[in-house]
């Protein structure tokens, strides 16, 4: 497990993980986190991908994890950044090192939400994503949905504005850079999400015509319920998608929600995205 520093599309280090096959790779598959998840939480699942013969990278967006700054006060840094920069960096450095005609990724969440965000989005072989929803706060019942609305109305505006990031305690799950945070409860507050903030291009939301798997979890209803992730699939029109709603019982799981999928416990689910992603075009 080759551990790596890449050069985002401006030049930002990234911290980053390789995770070689034995022998010859089948392609290389990428794995996009969720918002403030570092991307060691991702390693059981890149090694099973890495058994069936793909080299795979993870990779911390930039304020998260081993690519944060000393100090993350103050720190510049968008939700746009996470995809047109990060990913765009990291996308190049495999296509520069390891030639691999073809190229997949797994979208976690943001990870999968925000993906139409990257120029390069359009020229992937095929994309799964997991957990990964439209974030439009009315896209949740009641009352999931009122609480959501404090967070995107108040708490995500206010919190980093006064701290100078989101704290650890402000309902994301851990210390996130305020530009990312602000931007990113903007897009929640709108109906189209990612789609509705015209201060950047999402182009490659339409513009993505690749073999898209959508994977949600029954008893996902806190993050990423199934009218949320059926929206988003609207939201990528050009694709040719399928979404999977699946009831982890049917797979002798207990409970899942939306950061199991990955745990070695729920390994049993992961061919799902992995058999999805080796098809043939």
């Not at 840094?77 to 990060?86: G, I, L, Q, S």
């Not at 609305?149 to 989101?166: D, I, S």
Request: aromatic share 12%.
């Amino acid at each position: 497990m080759p551990e790596l520093r890449i050069a985002a599309a401006d030049g930002y280090p990234l911290a980053a993980t390789s995770f070689l096959p034995a022998g010859t790779p089948r392609g290389t598959l990428i794995v996009n986190g969720a918002m403030a998840v570092r991307r060691g939480y991702y390693a059981d699942f890149a090694r099973a991908a890495a058994e069936r013969g793909w080299a795979v990278l993870t990779y911390d967006y930039r304020g998260i994890g081993d690519s944060r700054p000393a100090r993350l006060r103050g720190f510049a840094a968008r939700a746009t950044d996470w995809m047109d920069r990060d990913f765009e960096g990291v996308l190049a450095w495999a296509r520069r090192e390891w030639r691999a005609a073809r190229q997949v990724v797994v979208g976690h969440s943001f990870g999968g939400n925000a993906l139409g965000l990257a120029p390069s989005a359009p020229s992937l072989d095929a994309v799964a994503m997991v957990a990964a929803q439209n974030g439009y706060w009315r896209l949740w019942p009641a009352p999931r949905r009122y609480q959501l609305a404090v967070l995107w109305h108040t708490a995500a505006p206010l919190l980093p504005r006064v701290w100078g990031y989101m704290p650890r305690w402000g309902g994301l799950g851990g210390e996130v850079p305020a530009g990312v945070v602000l931007q990113w409860a903007g897009w929640c507050r709108q109906p189209r999400y990612a789609l509705d903030d015209r201060s950047h291009d999402a182009g490659g939301y339409a513009r993505l015509t690749a073999p898209l798997a959508l994977i949600s979890l029954a008893d996902d209803t806190d993050f990423a319920p199934h009218a949320s992730v059926e929206s988003l699939r609207a939201i990528y029109p050009a694709a040719r998608s399928k979404h999977w709603h699946v009831q982890p019982r049917d797979h002798g799981l207990e409970r899942v929600g939306h950061f199991g999928f990955f745990r070695p416990q729920a390994r049993a689910l992961w061919p799902l995205a992995l058999d999805f992603l080796e098809q043939p075009a």
